[in-house]
């Protein structure tokens, strides 16, 4: 986790044209009037900024940037990085094409819960997937000229990624949810023996049914962004993600993730959008 | 003879105190009804996600393609990492703003609860370790995990602000504390009394309620399934569940089995299997090394004195004080009136608890006397006459001209105990002619007060006067001077009213001065509390374990002995036997062994 840290300080100074100078897992960085207020910061403008919690433990004037750090969700909020529009530059004949970038975000919830940033890119002309976006996108601002015209709504654009989304759980969470089941049918079973051996068959129903509904695993999807990127042709950047690591019961050792299945991932879409509410302009 | 009794004007600090008004909820992310896939797991989708893209595209808000690119791997940044704790990193901040210092094994109870234990726990930490911070981390946890939006905290009335403040200063976390029957339902972090909670019709409207997470404070007060208290706490819907007690379990096992039950219905079977299976007899449990293991997947236990849980010292003053000529008169009278009525009251089957209360008092102050002898005269007559007359002459004693010299050396802010409101009045009244701002705390208190008192006490008064030992999570770790004006028979009593100061936060040695009267019962009392018990010295596991053993004779026994021996060598000697049998019986106990 460090190194993306690290990156991602070092891109948005460069970005901010901040000047820093590299320390043992932390960088020395000199903050303007704004970004101090931004961050609430009342300190010297000279600051650390570290993404090791220890070093910001032992260091009273340093700020922690880590996973759902307050420094890192105040420094997000000085991002205006929810929408945007660019094009991939190309020197081939032919029309840009519209395409939508989603930045979905998986919440994976049993009795245990995880997060991942699923970027899934849509066809803006026919509704096709162009698939799961993975590592870089060297794009450009703004539309270029020549392009196509946009046949299909971004709210239409959205549930065709939803029902893309979906395709993706089936394929790729039965692992984890097949875990999830198990140890939510061990609980489910204590339960049912306990309140069996009590006689409280109402209570036992009712109590079952309850764990049930609180522990079943489920996934809630949600977005954290999305761009309108013009293509000339489908993406050669385009790769399918791998299913994220899991969660395991401590002292368990770690399945390696299932491998990716790049044919399952660009398979074309099949379904109509998951509900009535998806399918409005 | 008509005596009035004598009542101090006492003056009180005036202070406002700004109750914030209740925070607006979390707003809930609208999603479509689940849909189940293969039937294994659950899929549902924001519906205002796209809401949000639409609105802001109609409102230009276009960012650059740079800062897209930021927001993206921040994004990727900040759902990585769920291995690790969320809460130290998040709070990590702020925490060395406000000078909190998460302790190694506060951490290891959070990684504990949320990675193994699934949320459902009895913390179950020995007095002054900090449980209220380790419940805290564990519920801010969960909300940054966005597996709690709902949760309910039944405390005992008194700890409600208490819990309500350190959440949102230490936690960033903003309850409601409930006043009117609409919280149950529209708060989304909500503090409640136990005591009201379980009341109609607040009751009924809790339990029609889904909460994400409860938490009950003082636990101990669920350990019988036939109150309402753990009924209540048995119908409560809830996700996880955060039992807090430092005593899991004081007399018998089926307490223990009580309180997991509530967390893990079916982890110990059904209490006929239980006790075939891990009950010798209410207080020893058989296959110990099997309930263990089955214990530690709900319960962690923290004990003082252990690696990494460094408490600063105790340090321990004995004052022994002279009596004025006038006060040995009264103090000589009243034990010889007790001796003489104790045997007679023995024998004759009456109440002795009066003459127990009387001998008490008159070692704290010939005030606190007098009242008890002012009742007494109207039974008994003219026997008690005079040393009702005589406890109306004296004004100041030893013990409070000693107290007085001892506050102006110490020059910091002390608490003094005392056992007898009269002793209070009279001590408050003296200090405040001596120049010294004082404040009075009691059980009689209402919560709010409680709180108001103990924030007139940090932010302005010099010296409080209690006599509630404060059995229950109030904190005043920003003083380390405690007094005992007179010292409680129970030694848990003692042990509570030091924990008030000598707990996780104090940074400083804690100063313990105990006043005591030459030639009295006190000095016999301090005799076996210190020298023999070593309480002091003792932590409050192993004062469980003697008081446990005791089972309930231990006043009973000390007030035998003590009224009953006249001869010095021979009290002594009684004093030293109860004392070994005490902790030989500790040391051995079974249950408390267990946990």
Redesign the interface.
Known sequence: ?DA??E??LQ??LA?RGLSWQGREKALEVELSAELAEALAWQGPARVLWTWD?DT??SN?GA??F????????R??GT????????HIPSSADGLFRPHFLW?F?L?Y?A???????L?VVVDLVDGSIAGILEG??D???GAPQPREKRRLS??RA??RG?VF??QY??ER??P???R??EDLKRRLS??????A??GDEEKKQT?LE?ESL??????????????LIYWKHPPNALAACEFPAQ?L??GEARAGAPGPSHAAAQEPLAHNP??P??GGE | MDIPLKTFPITVPIMTFNWDAPPAGPAQEDFTEEELIDDLFAVKFSRDAIKDVITAIRQGRWGTWADFKLAWLAHGINTKGWEDLHCPRSLGEHWRKVGVVPYPHQLDVLKTVVQKMHGRAILADEVGLGKTIEAGMILKEYILRGMVHRALILTPSSLCYQWYSELREKFLITPWLQRSDKDWERAPILIASLDTAKRSPHREIILSQEYDMLIVDEAHKLKNDRTQNWQLANGIKKKFCLLLTATPVQNDLKELYNLITLLEPGLLGTYRAFREQFVANHRTPKNVEELRHLLERTMIRNRRGVEGIRLPKRVVNNQVIELLPEERLLYDGVKEFVQGEYHRCLSSGGNPLPLITLQREVCSSAHAAYYTLAKMQQSRGSQVTPLLELAATIDKGAKLLMLEDLVKSLGEKVIIFTEYRATQEYLRYHLEQAGFLTVGFDGSLSPGKKEWIRRQFQEHADIMVSTECGGEGLNFQFCRNVVNFDLPWNPMRLEQRIGRVHRLGQRRDVNIFNLVTRNTIEEHILYLLHEKIGMFEMVVGELDAILGAADGIWESSLAEILLTTRDATELRAKLDSLARELLSKGREDPLISLI
């Open positions: 986790m993306p840290i990156d991602f891109r948005y970005c919690l910001a433990l009273p700020l922690l880590a996973p759902k750090s307050q420094s890192l969700e420094l997000m991002i205006n990085g929810f929408i945007t529009c660019g930045l975000h919440c919830q009795r245990e819960s995880w997060e991942q940033i970027p870089d996108l794009g450009r601002p971004f709210r959205y549930w939803c989304v979906k759980l089936t969470a039965k984890w949810a097949q999830a089941r204590d339960l049912e023996a306990y309140f051996e009590l109590r309850e609180r522990f079943s695993p489920r996934v809630l999807v949600s977005l954290r962004g999305g761009a969660p019961p401590i998951p509900s509410a998806g």
